[in-house]
Nanobody, 123 residues
Framework: VQLQASGGGLVQAGGSLRLSCAAS????????MGWFRQAPGREREFVAH????????YYADSVKGRFTISRDNAKNTVYLQMNSLKPEDTAVYYC?????????????????WGQGTLVTVSS
């Protein structure tokens, strides 16, 4: 599976962005999907996770209520809608795919990673 993330950019605090992650291959629906982010000088951290059929989603406490993960298995794409953005959301955002990801928070349980897309939130 190859993943291509897009949709990052520069936005003012309080604004919104929608990230997309397009997957190649015909087995997308087998994989749970996650979004992670990495800010400069910090470790990669979990943002959101969605199960393979889209039935369940989980979020980091820092984004709960502001971000929404969704997927369209017909389009082999997962999305991250980000609202009420804050400067501390500034990071490179990565999408990832895995068959056995548990609750989705552990990066080492994902099998495939996209290249990342930069989100910058100005104050």
């Amino acid at each position: 599976v190859q993943l291509q993330a897009s949709g990052g950019g520069l936005v003012q605090a309080g604004g919104s962005l929608r990230l997309s992650c397009a997957a190649s291959g015909r087995t997308f629906s087998r994989y749970a999907m996650g979004w992670f982010r990495q800010a400069p000088g910090r470790e990669r951290e979990f943002v959101a996770h969605i199960t393979s059929n889209g039935g369940n989603a989980y979020y980091a406490d820092s984004v709960k209520g502001r971000f929404t993960i969704s997927r369209d298995n017909a389009k082999n794409t997962v999305y991250l809608q980000m609202n009420s953005l804050k400067p501390e959301d500034t990071a490179v955002y990565y999408c990832a795919a895995g068959e056995y990801t548990g609750w989705g928070r552990a990066a080492n349980l994902y099998d495939y990673w996209g290249q990342g897309t930069l989100v910058t939130v100005s104050s």
